[in-house]
Nanobody, 124 residues
Framework: QVQLVESGGGLVQAGGSLRLSCAAS????????MGWFRQAPGKEREFVAA????????NYADSVKGRFTISRDNGKNTAYLQMNSLNAKDTAVYYC?????????????????WGQGTQVTVSS
């Protein structure tokens, strides 16, 4: 069983930056494909970014490309989401996702594991 714990959310002004962290634990924590999703109030959860277990391949939603960067530190079994140039539309609960087998499952929003979410609020 894999546990995912997000941290780093909070309140930030428009134009500011925030970095989210997702720490994974469990037997397969060191070889997980990982990603980030977000869900605004009253809206469906949407894909944000994903990264392969190797760290060499990444995928981004068009809405965040050029502003957000996903990365990982395999030594810490942790994925990060660096968010720059934030605006009010980025306000959402951000969820970490992980899958031990399929990268495309992370991108598609059908991973084996989900984190509890962390709130990001951007004021303008």
């Amino acid at each position: 069983q894999v546990q995912l714990v997000e941290s780093g959310g909070g309140l930030v002004q428009a134009g500011g930056s925030l970095r989210l962290s997702c720490a994974a634990s469990g037997r397969t924590a060191s070889r997980l494909h990982m990603g980030w999703f977000r869900q605004a109030p009253g809206k469906e959860r949407e894909f944000v970014a994903a990264i392969r277990s190797s760290g060499y391949t990444t995928n981004y939603a068009d809405s965040v490309k050029g502003r957000f960067t996903i990365s990982r530190d395999n030594g810490k079994n942790t994925a990060y989401l660096q968010m720059n140039s934030l605006n009010a539309k980025d306000t959402a609960v951000y969820y970490c996702a992980a899958d031990a087998q399929m990268f495309r499952s992370v991108v598609a929003g059908t991973p084996n594991y989900w984190g509890q979410g962390t709130q990001v609020t951007v004021s303008s």
